[in-house]
């Protein structure tokens, strides 16, 4: 009889709320309380540190576009004082001659020259030549000069242009061209690096979509390269890979802002310094593959990591 009633009060002891399996219960509840808890203020502080992250990259943004804005204004004032600079010195040449005798006034003084010379046999009027040839050297130099200089330039720019798409299609001649046996300039060459790179853009302008795979770090030096461009477009979606490495889809448009931006860079940069050799290197990448295209429907990826190779993203 003592064991029974020992056995009752142990399963009494069992159905107490403070023991048993509903206190077990009780301190799971808690406990499992105090990990989403715990998890939950992780995930609040990343959260934080992650928004903080994105508005210093907002701000350093901001600063860079601030800074190339101040820049661009350096360089146009500095393009207007040489503008301004060179519209003054072709103007002093003339204010050396004041008086530049007329056509008519050198014939008469050439006939009275004859007429002096038959009657008095004088001397003293045999420098009027020597003035006139003066002064048509400076009529020369004032005028025609200047005005080939002036008239260069658009000539340049359309045998560029026409270079540029003969090159595109494929219609390049070697031809001498008309221009060269008048005087003007020629066209530039097929060859030339400025034709190459307005083929490159026209093959650009021709593409839908472009996929391009590269680290975040270089993904973020190229987009603060080419977001001052107008025809730049933030691409909609921004995906992770693995690795660091991202996956963005360019639109022909925004390949063009991002090529332009590169030459310039590439161009104006320091030698041996990272921004000349990340664009030097972007820029090299994205026009092997643009050169590749061939119009069959296949997807144009472009992969700036040599481990990857340049076909794409290793899925194993």
Not at 139 to 162: M, R, V
Not at 267 to 288: F, G, H, K
Not at 289 to 310: K, M, P, Q
Request: hydrophobic letters at 35%; proline letters at 5%.
């Amino acid at each position: 009889m003592g064991e029974l009633k020992e056995a009752r009060k142990q399963l009494e002891r069992l159905d107490d709320p403070t023991v048993g399996l509903s206190a077990l219960h009780g301190e799971l509840a808690q406990a499992r309380m105090k990990i989403q808890e715990v998890v939950q203020n992780g995930v609040t502080g990343l959260r934080e540190e992650n928004r903080e992250l994105r508005r210093r990259q907002e701000r350093m943004i901001a600063d860079l576009q601030e800074s190339r804005e101040e820049v661009r204004e350096e360089m146009q004032q500095l393009r207007e004082l040489a503008d301004l600079l060179r519209g003054l010195v072709p103007a002093a040449v003339p204010a050396a001659v004041p008086h530049q005798p007329a056509v008519g006034a050198e014939s008469d003084a050439g006939q009275g020259q004859d007429c002096t010379e038959g009657i008095g046999g004088l001397s003293a009027p045999q420098a009027a030549p020597d003035q006139d040839d003066q002064g048509e050297n400076m009529e020369h130099t004032a005028g025609h000069e200047p005005q080939k200089a002036s008239g260069s330039e658009p000539l340049e720019e359309t045998g560029l242009k026409n270079a540029i798409e003969a090159a595109y299609r494929g219609t390049a001649t070697s031809a001498v061209p008309a221009s060269a046996t008048s005087g003007q300039l020629p066209e530039p060459q097929p060859g030339d690096a400025k034709v190459a790179h307005g083929v490159l853009l026209l093959k650009a302008a021709g593409v839908a979509s472009g996929e391009l795979v590269l680290h975040r770090d270089t993904w973020e030096f190229l987009s603060a390269l080419a977001v001052d461009h107008g025809h730049f477009r933030t691409p909609p979606a921004v995906e992770d890979v693995k690795e660091g490495r991202i996956q963005a889809a360019l639109s022909g448009r925004s390949l063009i802002a991002v090529l332009i931006e590169l030459w310039n860079t590439r161009t104006t940069a320091t030698v041996l310094e990272a921004d000349w050799a990340l664009a030097t290197t972007a820029y090299n990448r994205i026009a092997a593959e643009l050169a590749r295209t061939t119009g069959s429907g296949e997807t144009i990826r472009i992969t700036l990591d040599d481990g990857l190779g340049h076909t794409g993203i290793d899925e194993s």
